[in-house]
């Protein structure tokens, strides 16, 4: 028979083991849905989602004895994607549903729907290292202002067809403190005004660049201390979404002494929107990313 005080060492065995909270590992929430010209397609239409750009026809001056017969002809050019579909597929014991705890189960809905954006945002990330090289430093090179500022200005005033819609920068943060750095070049050189310059060393950076609206994106991938981010104007990038995250649930009762079988579904494409064969909305910026230390 045991003597002496009772503590929570005396009766380790008769603790519950309770989790007070759960929570989904951390992870960027993707910039697609909000730079690109996001596009429905129709059900019924065929595989591929098509537009056709109709070519410039030109106007000329006339007098009042002129017999024009200089007839504009109308040509144009065929854009088509066929969107491709991705799934996440989830096999659950109905055990495992009874053991585990209830706030863990109740972060499962959200983690597939996570893993889905994360597929779409890489999807459209990989689009970046097709775009042209005219605006990017190159591997090993720290992106500059210069950079962003060069591909804009090839955007909206490009020579064979300027877009007018807004333009956005998807960089890595690493990137980013790059463009940071530059502002902030002559701290501790001269006095520093009230302005940008104050701001960025007060708040980090944020905002604009040359006229391109700047979004940190952390699921760009970093091989070898280099990456990609990219210039282009919302025209340029085209988000088909054939099939948006659709849920289904099955059930199998041969595996394990039943199981819920839970699947998301999406169809989608990414393609770079051209005029005609030529690249004129979308610039690549492959730049150093190395983690910064100061």
Known sequence: MAVGETTTGSLTDALPSIHSSARIVKEDAGT???????????????????????????????????NNQNFQQLQGTLFQVEPTMSQIILKITDRTFRKLSSIVIGKFGSLSGNAMNRKDDEDYLALFS?????????????????????AKSNITSNTTEPSLAEVFSILHGFGIKDIQDEI??????????????????KRGFMGTVAGSNVFEDGNITI??????????????????????????????????????????????????????????????HKSDLTAPTS
């Open 184 to 201: 902030l070049a002559g701290v501790g050189t001269y006095t520093i005004p009230t302005g940008i310059t104050e701001d960025v060393f």
């Open 130 to 150: 097709t775009f042209a090289t005219t605006a990017s430093p190159g591997a090993g090179n720290p992106l500059s202002f210069g950079h962003i500022a060069a």
């Open 32 to 66: 697609w849905r909000r730079t690109c010209d996001v596009r429905k397609q129709q059900p019924n239409t065929g595989l591929n989602w098509q537009e056709f750009a109709l070519s410039q026809i030109a106007g000329q001056d006339i007098t009042e004895s002129t």
């Open 223 to 284: 091989s070898g201390s280099n990456g990609n981010g990219a210039t282009h104007s919302r025209e340029g990038v085209v988000a088909i979404i054939g099939l948006d995250k659709k849920p289904e649930t099955d059930r199998d009762l041969y595996f394990g002494g039943g199981a819920d079988v839970i699947s998301l579904v999406s169809e989608k494409a990414f393609a770079e929107r051209k005029s005609g064969t030529t690249q004129v909305w979308a610039y690549l």
